[in-house]
């Protein structure tokens, strides 16, 4: 079982950018795809950005693709997503994911984009 635990949120003007960790433990990281999500308040939660083991294949929402970069590093445990040019419709709780058979979740980290 592995636990997530994200790290570098915060509050930033429109067109800035922000770099969101997340540093897994407890498993063999690279045997998980990572994935990021993000919820606004009062929507659904949201796929954003996925990855593979291998890094080899990521894969972007439409919103968010040109603008976010998602990696990850095996030898770290650590995935990332590099967050430029951001919006204010990009605020939003944002939840590091883990999967392998199941899904596993990180506690979120608050984005808020607003001048």
């Known amino acids: 079982q592995v636990q997530l635990v994200e790290s570098g949120g915060g509050l930033v003007q429109p067109g800035g950018s922000l770099r969101l960790s997340c540093a897994a433990s407890?498993?063999?990281?690279?045997?998980?795809?990572m994935r990021w999500y993000r919820q606004a308040p009062g929507k659904e939660r949201g796929l954003v950005a996925s990855?593979?083991?291998?890094?080899?294949?990521?894969y972007y929402a439409d919103s968010v693709k040109g603008r976010f970069t998602i990696s990850r590093d095996n030898a770290k445990n650590t995935v990332s997503l590099q967050m430029n040019s951001l919006k204010p419709e990009d605020t939003a709780v944002y939840y590091c994911?883990?999967?392998?058979?199941?899904?596993?979740w990180g506690q979120g980290i608050q984005v808020t984009v607003s001048s």
């Open positions: 994911n883990a999967f392998r058979f199941k899904n596993y």
């Open positions: 407890g498993s063999t990281f690279s045997n998980y795809a």
């Open positions: 990855i593979t083991t291998s890094g080899g294949t990521t």
